[in-house]
């Protein structure tokens, strides 16, 4: 470690050069984590706050809960307990009273006697008490409690009472109602009561009906438009751009090797041992990357509190600390060409021999 110090000191430039390099791969690496998480939890948010386990819905609807309805005979059949609840889901639109704006939400339509509603998580305001009233998003910044919304094809005026944390489903903010209006909202017919059920145990949704389908937490998800797609997409860009470091690192390190042989096969002539060269070189590559990942996280902090609220960033230690260990162990693994060059100086070639 003392002779990278001394190098990099003297080195002051180059050095520099090197560590902006990574630093801004590192920062692209952590954004685009951040977004991909971000949208991820667009997509799941309320579904993770409802704790499900496991979803039942129509077979036709081909595991999409807002495609999905269940007759009130259905509902009535299954096997309803405490950890489990009907939920009514629909893509629909708000607009205020006077018609003077509107915007997509997915409206949720819940019974109040169940463990959803139950468990929801206030951010301001209360939970409604009559059919009447909702609960919105809190990401619905423009809505103030007290204000009179409609809500898709029901012409019944709805007063906002309480605002929600982590009400959001597929990307848009929700509003959460009683489920005695989902069927109205939704513009379908009474006979249909819900769009499925949701558990807070795994597997404990099989039931004998050729016609409903079981789903778990993961199929669920996946099964949402666009989710699998789009997780993958940013997760072969993560990985690519990790591969893409890493080949930048060892060509940095090789680089940087093969312009120090001269003065590195004198060392040897003097007696340094390989190992101490090897580890200085392996010190030199694991400094330079520390500060680097360092660098560019702090970047991405600073950024994040300049991007619009509209842009869908979520930070989270567990994929900070995996991406900078994952940046952090390529990169060394990029020091292993440079290193099997060193240990290959025959100290001969200092002396002329």
């Given amino acids: 470690?003392?002779?990278?110090?001394?190098?990099?000191?003297?080195?002051?430039?180059?050095?520099?050069?090197?560590?902006?390099?990574?630093?801004?791969?590192?920062?692209?690496?952590?954004?685009?984590?951040?977004?991909?998480?971000?949208?991820?939890?667009?997509?799941?948010?309320?579904i993770d706050s409802w704790e499900t386990?496991?979803?039942?819905?129509?077979?036709?609807?081909?595991g999409n809960m807002g495609q999905s309805l269940l007759t009130k005979e259905q509902v009535d059949s299954l096997n309803h307990n405490r950890d489990t609840a009907v939920v009514g889901v629909t893509p629909t639109n708000i607009k205020y009273n006077d018609g003077s704006e509107s915007q997509s939400v997915q409206f949720i339509g819940l019974q109040p006697s169940q463990y959803i509603f139950k468990n929801l998580v206030l951010s301001s305001g209360t939970k409604p008490i009559n059919s009447d009233q909702v609960m919105v998003s809190d990401k619905l910044t423009t809505l103030k409690l007290g204000t009179k919304i409609k809500i898709g094809l029901d012409n019944k005026v709805y007063t906002i009472v309480g605002k929600v944390r982590n009400a959001q489903y597929n990307m848009a903010s929700v509003v959460y109602g009683d489920i005695r209006n989902w069927f109205t909202i939704k513009g379908v017919g009474e006979n249909y009561s819900a769009s499925g059920f949701i558990s807070k145990r795994t597997?404990?949704?099989?039931?004998?009906?050729?016609?409903?389908?079981?789903?778990?937490k993961k199929e669920y998800l996946n099964k949402l438009p666009g989710y699998a797609a789009q997780n993958n997409t940013f997760l072969f860009m993560i990985i690519f751009l990790v591969l893409i470091s890493l080949v930048i690192i060892t060509i940095f390190l090789y680089i940087l090797t093969i312009q120090k042989l001269p003065s590195l096969s004198v060392l040897r002539a003097q007696g340094i041992p390989s190992a101490y060269l090897i580890k200085n070189t392996f010190s030199e590559a694991a400094l330079i990357l520390s500060i680097s990942i360092s660098l560019g996280l702090l970047v991405t902090v600073l950024i994040s509190f300049v991007i619009p609220s509209t842009v869908p960033m979520y930070f989270d230690i567990g994929l900070i600390t995996g991406v900078a260990s994952g940046i952090l162990v390529t990169g060394l693994i990029g020091a292993i060409i440079p290193m099997r060059i060193i240990s290959k100086i025959d100290p001969v070639t200092a002396i002329g021999g």
Avoid: Q, W
């Fill in 1 to 46: 470690m003392f002779l990278a110090l001394k190098e990099m000191g003297y080195e002051k430039l180059r050095y520099s050069l090197i560590v902006i390099v990574i630093s801004l791969i590192s920062f692209l690496i952590f954004i685009l984590s951040a977004l991909a998480l971000g949208l991820a939890n667009g997509n799941t948010a309320a």
């Fill in 53 to 62: 386990k496991s979803a039942l819905m129509n077979k036709d609807s081909n």
């Fill in 203 to 216: 597997n404990a949704l099989n039931v004998k009906d050729s016609t409903l389908v079981s789903y778990s």
